[in-house]
């Protein structure tokens, strides 16, 4: 039984992925709810038909009171089989209609669509460029992806729990009581119409201090994945006290505005608990009437009394889940911030996967300043022909890592193109691109799995051979042997840590560079490819790295000049431009900027701030 309700939905449905969700609260929501609407149309059916019923008893036990009126005897003689009937109703139908109404919402609804708002959240943000996610926190990120789906679930549960039953349980109070009474109606409308104003009064404040509240949240979150991502250098620096004012201030940021929300609901019970008081004497009190003067019976009484004090009961529930509702509504919100801001880097519509055959790299005319007026790039032309090796070479902010990004198309150019066998890479899809791309960044984070994933992170279809053939290439087998975990896990099967903080810089990047050489990429760009390595395991890593670029065009970033030295060509950077080229000898010969880096290096390592 629960896994056919569960099942109602498949979350993981195929659905048409949109560069652009919608931006408006409700169109998102109708978007990503579109294959739980038959279940939706059920369950509130279900919802209407349980306050029907509920509001039913409640009619029948004013009639039970009315019956008593006669003897025993005579009450079981007339009316036996109809309280008979009636008690098999309650023990059997009402109980049936709650529990397929409680499937309904706990096991076909809840589950599925905080997994469907997750994971198509996930897959959209995922499509994202990485200049997207370098203008924001991963934290801040991933809370909204977190939080976002459970409110989502709660305001739909609310929809349906709660608004839906008590609308359909208030209009057949208004018929319970106008058919006992039309003058019955009178309080509990007057009562109604100033519920509402204190119903728009809360919802008109709690969407915008929830949505605040949710920002505040995210904040932290943003601020303390920032500490906690970056503890090595907090505790380096020994700066705990500093990250915890920086946090401070955005955990009291989120204490205000909770308190603010927390006001509204404040404000909003004391004035309900007066307005159900006013709701009681009202209709009780004018039933009372009614029966003195003879215009009611004593059924009529106990069945508006009843009522009255049920509805009391209700108030207090259905303005927390309408203002729960709308709090949710108000994180869904604020959640789209994130989740619903469209992809901006796009394959084109007609893009083919790349054709490489021979390998060659064409830069024409290439500018890019990342929407300023200076840095990054400026008029770069440059041909690097079929099995190549370029060594790029240059101060800090002279270009060289803008056009390792272009290349791998992390952004779109501004000026110019970049052709590949002459394909201009923003004509070809993303990922065919850098699937023929091998790249070891100085930065060498791995991920938060076992080594095993993250060397076949290159090739995943490689078999175990493949894998550790590619690590002892990179000088890693003997060292990844040698590992276990937390958990127990030894060797290949080692977890890492997050960002591969369980390892040393150079057994990460070893691992970095197995997983490059399993990859087997016909272009290779290698940026301070071994700046984490010590001397010794440099030698040898180097006699890999030669063998790598055997047949590959290759583009090796390094401020560590004896890394490059052998390369076909050298080209030196400085403001945005190539400003020298040739081989190791020749720019020496120049007496340029390459021999004055050259002069001033220790050990073959280039000083990127050294002066002209």
């Known amino acids: 039984m629960f896994r056919y309700f569960e099942n109602l939905v498949d979350p993981f449905v195929a659905y048409e992925e949109v560069d652009a969700p919608p931006t408006r609260l409700w169109p998102f929501m109708l978007d990503y709810t579109r294959p739980f609407y038959r279940v939706f149309l059920w369950t509130g059916l279900i919802s209407v038909v349980v306050a029907a019923v509920e509001v039913g008893l409640i009619y029948y036990m004013g009639r039970v009171v009315d019956l008593l009126s006669g003897t025993p005897s005579e009450v079981w003689q007339a009316h036996g089989t109809e309280l008979m009937l009636m008690a098999a109703f309650v023990l059997l139908l009402r109980p049936l209609l709650h529990v397929v109404d409680v499937l309904l919402l706990n096991n076909a609804i809840l589950p599925n669509i905080g997994t469907i708002f997750r994971w198509r959240a996930h897959k959209h943000v995922l499509r994202q460029s990485v200049g997207w996610f370098e203008n924001d926190f991963a934290g801040r990120i991933a809370n909204r992806i977190m939080q ?23 209009v057949g109070a208004g018929i319970l009581l106008m058919a006992a009474d039309p003058r019955l109606l009178l309080p509990l409308v007057i009562w109604f119409a100033l519920y509402a104003l204190l119903v728009r009064w809360a919802v008109l404040r709690v969407g915008p201090a929830s949505k605040a509240a949710s920002d505040a949240r995210s904040a932290v979150t943003g601020r303390v ?194 052709l590949i066998d002459g394909q201009d890479i923003s004509g070809v899809t993303q990922d065919s691109l850098r699937s023929h791309i091998g790249m070891v960044q100085q930065d060498s984070a791995l991920l938060h799995r076992s080594v095993r994933a993250n060397i076949l992170y290159g090739r995943p279809g490689a078999t175990e051979g493949q894998m550790i053939d590619a690590a002892k290439q990179a000088e890693a087998h003997e060292f990844i042997l040698d590992l276990q975990d937390p958990k127990g896990r030894t060797g290949y099967d080692a977890h890492v840590g997050e960002r591969g903080v369980k390892l040393s810089g150079g057994q990460r990047q070893r691992i970095t560079l197995a997983r490059v050489i399993l990859k087997d990429a016909p ?74 880096f050259w002069a001033r290096q220790s050990g073959g390592f280039l000083n990127p701030e050294a002066a002209e």
Request: hydrophobic content about 45%; aromatic content about 6%; glycine content about 10%.
């Open 148 to 170: 976002t789906p459970p409110a989502a679930g709660e305001a739909v549960f609310q929809v349906f729990d709660a608004i839906s039953f008590s609308l359909a349980y208030l």
């Open 225 to 418: 994945v920032d500490s906690y991502t970056n503890i090595h250098s907090v505790k380096m620096f020994a700066h705990d006290s500093q990250e915890l004012d920086y946090a401070r201030e955005a955990i009291e940021d989120t204490r205000r505005t909770f308190q603010i929300e927390m006001r509204i609901f404040t404000v909003m019970d004391a004035v309900l608990v007066t307005l159900n008081g006013m709701l009681i004497v009202g209709v009780v009190g004018l039933a009372l009437g009614l029966w003195v003067q003879g215009s009611a019976s004593v059924g009529v009484v106990a069945a508006a009394t009843a009522l009255t004090l049920r509805l009391n009961s209700m108030t207090g529930w259905i303005m927390w889940a309408l203002t729960s509702f709308f709090r949710q509504l108000g994180i869904v919100a604020e959640g789209m911030e994130t989740i619903a801001q469209p992809i901006e880097l796009l394959d084109r519509t007609e893009a083919e996967p790349l054709r490489l055959e021979k390998g060659q790299i064409d830069i024409c005319d290439l500018s890019h300043h990342y929407g300023r007026e200076t840095g990054g790039l400026d008029h770069i032309n440059l041909t690097i022909k079929p099995g190549e090796k370029i060594g790029l070479i240059g101060r800090s902010g002279a270009g060289k890592s803008t056009l390792v990004k272009l290349l791998l198309r992390f952004y779109d150019v501004e000026q110019g193109a970049i």
């Open 523 to 596: 272009i290779l760009l290698l940026d301070e490819a071994t700046s984490a390595l010590d001397s010794e395991v440099e030698a040898s890593i180097q006699e890999t790295l030669y063998g790598m670029m055997q047949g590959k065009t290759v583009i090796a970033i390094a401020h560590r000049l004896s890394t490059i030295a052998q390369m076909d060509r050298i080209l030196v950077m400085d403001g945005g431009r190539i400003v020298e080229q040739g081989g190791h000898s020749d720019l020496l010969a120049q007496g340029g900027l390459y021999a004055q």
